[in-house]
């Protein structure tokens, strides 16, 4: 396969983490035999500093053209701190969702064996946890019409959805249930909400032409409390713009480390993968970034195009490195030095030499 | 004080339990020289049976009279998996709540040291946890506007807030956390939500006659993940009424068991004090049935009349019969046999013969 790949690298350690995403790719390439083309350009306080815009012109131009979009982190204290700023690097992300259409937001949440000391649950409730939570993106409540009265004393912010809305992030949600352990999980609060219950009416139809996945509903109250109790039981999540927003970031402190957590952003046309965690402008240059997160996103970007034996690989080389403690000092007891760039090579490595 | 309370024991285990509340209250009121003055009425599955109705309206009656309303549970599976009821019990207690005008939901949150090793988080995380969250319960979009077009493609629900609203609860939570560690928590949404920026507004004007209470804000979904992370930074959370629906239910599993759990429904006139934990019919009369929530239910009527030192006397007994294991069957691993009504008469005895 060949795939343009636009390579957004931005602020603080996301040049030195995406580097190592390329890296991993390369090798992908190389030993699957395909062809992948990096094309970088500029977004963020970089490109504020460059342009005067976190988003040139030349950049959304780029992501357009391009298969997919690997993106590193934004942001600078320089902008962040300054409140007469006025572009600030994270608008640049805002724009760049909105313009590629991207309509859904997956984040995977795994508990690594080897990690299952760090997470702030009990091991037991949450060994063999394997999570990919589909937040719709673009509607909902965020997005609503939003008022205040005259005399500034009453508020509200309307939650609307529509079928399409609905259906596409659906087939989205079960197409990748069957590719795992074929359950999607809808999580609403259909009980009291009409927006909830739409979604109910169009989930169901969705789901009868996927016969050979299951279908349950939980309610954003309990699916909190069972994120807690028993995360296990989920596969795939399927929910709403502002549920997904809450339940994906309490799901996100399960594994016990935010440097493994990757997301992709998908719509239509367009697909763009990033790690979760931010620019972490006080690491910069240091060599103690974990690349982790950008290495995973990197395997959702060839899930993304059915590439699953290559994503699958890029995963074996992570718990590979993860068992034999090669990582970055946020996770390392063993071992000292290790670097960014040794965890990139020993996964480039790991691929290009699979024991 | 003289105080009437109503009492309404409702279906399952509600009467077991809430007989050993009243139990706890009367050696109370001889203890601290106060009178209780206890009036039964029936409602929920039993005063269907009765009556017809879910909530009769001399129950109605009676709880309009009454300074507080003690309530034990109610459903019975009788109407629950009976999808040609046309009452359900349920019903009773959502038309109680708005008939008696009860506002603000308040939910404690404790991590007692003694079961630290059932919650499904790690001990050290939630060791000293103590939280009380102040929910609104009758305002947002649980209770806006619901839409649905005629095609039945697009759905809508208006979240809606006025100032009112916001400063009635508020003033309960900021003179809650005077009698505690003087701190308010507001979760809200308000880097998105035109309601959410009203409560901020309206939150900060009334924190500035309580120049006592320290108060910080947090977005909703990273509220999510602190309560996993760290709940001890918590004392008083204050938030809307979906929000809390959430916060609260992820909240209730940190303390390792349901049924500790009590909470309170608050009015500027009436107050309703009940346990969280449903009817479970199938341990009535068994003398299984957990009496500690709704004991402290009791505790937290008292509170509400300002009797904080008979509220924590109830506190004492609570924490002093789970060192001692004299428990139910649910927390209890080393005494057999050890009856709702054990534990009922061990807590009065505590009050009566203080050590
Ligand atoms: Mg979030
Ligand atoms: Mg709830």
């Not at 504020?48 to 690997?70: F, N, R």
């Not at 939570?133 to 609503?144: H, K, P, V």
């Not at 249930?177 to 909830?196: F, G, M, Y």
């Not at 909190?224 to 995360?231: C, G």
Request: aromatic share 6%.
């Amino acid at each position: 396969m060949k795939l343009n790949i636009a390579v957004l690298p931005g602020d603080g350690i996301g040049p030195e983490v995406t580097d190592q995403a390329i890296k991993v790719l390369q090798a992908i390439a190389l030993e699957f035999d395909h062809t992948f083309i990096f094309k970088q350009a500029s977004v963020g306080a970089i490109a504020i500093d460059e342009t005067g815009s976190p988003l040139p012109d030349a950049t959304l131009a780029l992501c357009k053209q391009s298969d997919a979009v690997l993106f590193g982190a934004i942001g600078d204290p320089k902008y962040d701190n300054n409140p007469n700023a006025k572009v600030r690097p994270e608008q640049g992300l805002l724009k760049l969702r909105k313009e590629l259409g991207l309509f859904a937001n997956i984040r995977p949440v795994k508990a690594y064996d080897m990690l299952l000391d760090k997470s702030p649950l009990k091991k037991e409730n949450i060994k063999n946890t394997d999570i990919s939570i589909y937040r719709e993106l673009t509607g909902g409540i965020y997005f609503g019409e939003k008022k205040l009265n005259d005399t500034e004393t009453v508020a509200s912010d309307l939650c609307e959805y529509s079928q399409e809305e609905i259906e596409r992030i659906t087939h989205l949600a079960f197409k990748a249930a069957q590719t795992r352990r074929k359950k999607v999980t809808l999580v609403d609060k259909a009980n009291v909400l009409e927006t909830s219950r739409l979604w109910r009416k169009v989930v169901k139809q969705v789901a009868a032409q996927y016969s050979d996945v299951e279908l349950d509903f939980l309610f954003v109250d309990n699916a909190a409390m069972q994120m807690i109790l028993n995360p296990k039981q989920f596969d795939v999540i399927l929910t709403e713009n502002m549920f997904g927003d809450i339940i994906s970031d309490e799901a996100s402190v399960i594994g016990g480390s935010i440097g493994l957590l990757a997301s992709a952003s998908v719509g239509n046309k367009h697909a763009m993968f990033e790690p979760i965690h931010g620019s972490y402008p006080q690491a910069k240059g240091k060599g103690i970034a974990n690349p982790v997160a950008s290495i995973l996103s990197a395997a959702m970007l060839l899930d993304h195009f059915k590439l699953h034996n290559e994503a699958n690989m890029i995963r074996l080389g992570v718990e590979k490195s993860l068992q034999l403690q090669i990582t970055t000092p946020d996770l390392n007891t063993k071992h000292e030095n290790i670097t960014t760039d040794k965890v990139g090579n020993f996964i480039e490595d790991f691929i290009s030499h699979p024991k």
